[in-house]
């Protein structure tokens, strides 16, 4: 089961704020976060890690609240170069299949 | 480094057809994965591999096949090609480790199969 992802798209000003969620119905143990700009290969922002540790993107920073199995992340003051498509992949707990599992993904739009 | 790179970038099959898609990465690293990414599905995981000669399925393996022979390589095979693996194709490597790691992916392979 695909982890949902919301909004599925927003259209945001250069300097304005954007939150983009992940929801699970399966128990997670670490939600991974990728940018990807059309006609390129996700690239790696962020982990989450049930428990609390995170690796982190400069200006871009999440939350995992592991009760809720949701992620959230946040991007401040966005620049031009925010624009693509946002994907959570997600690690089950319980073992199962190595690999993640994505989300359909969020498209984020940075006008001028 | 080169990191993760596909050969070939493009191609275009007819149905039933095969061919072999080559995942190569320069980071010793054990794990490796073939996504596919469809237009509103985001990416879905075909087959991986935690090692040299070990493979495993993941979310839609069906009508493909993967070989790791070499720890550097991961081939994904498709033996009769239909036009529903029509897709772009992503290679994937991580470090071994109980800890996740972030995945690096190649640049992608776009396959189109008529």
């Known amino acids: 089961q695909q982890p949902v992802q919301s909004p599925q798209a927003v259209i945001l000003r250069e300097g304005e704020d954007a939150v983009i969620n992940c929801s699970s119905s399966?128990?997670?143990?670490?939600v991974h976060w990728y940018r990807q700009k059309h006609g390129e290969a996700p690239v790696f922002l962020m982990i989450?890690?049930?428990?609390?540790e995170q690796k982190g993107h400069e200006k871009i920073s999440a939350s995992f609240n592991e009760k809720k199995q949701q992620s959230s992340l946040y991007l401040t003051a966005s620049q031009l170069s925010y624009s693509g498509t946002y994907f959570c992949?997600?690690?089950?707990?319980?073992?199962?299949?190595?690999?993640?599992?994505f989300g359909k993904g969020t498209h984020l739009i940075i006008q001028p | 480094n080169a990191g993760v790179t596909q050969t070939p970038k493009f191609r275009v099959l007819k149905t039933g057809q095969s061919m072999t898609l080559l995942c190569a990465q320069d980071m010793n690293h054990e794990y490796m994965y073939w996504y596919r990414q469809d237009p509103g599905m985001g990416l879905r995981l075909i087959h991986y591999s935690v090692g040299e000669g070990t493979t495993a399925k993941g979310e839609v393996p069906d009508g493909y096949n993967v070989s790791r022979l070499k720890k550097q390589n991961f081939l994904l095979g498709l033996e009769s090609a239909a036009p529903s693996q029509t897709s772009v194709y992503f290679c994937a490597s991580r470090l071994a480790s109980s800890r996740p790691y972030e995945q690096y992916f190649g640049p992608g392979t776009r396959l189109t199969v008529t």
């Open positions: 399966k128990a997670l143990y670490s």
């Open positions: 989450l890690l049930k428990g609390g």
């Open positions: 992949g997600t690690v089950y707990s319980g073992g199962g299949a190595d690999g993640l599992t």
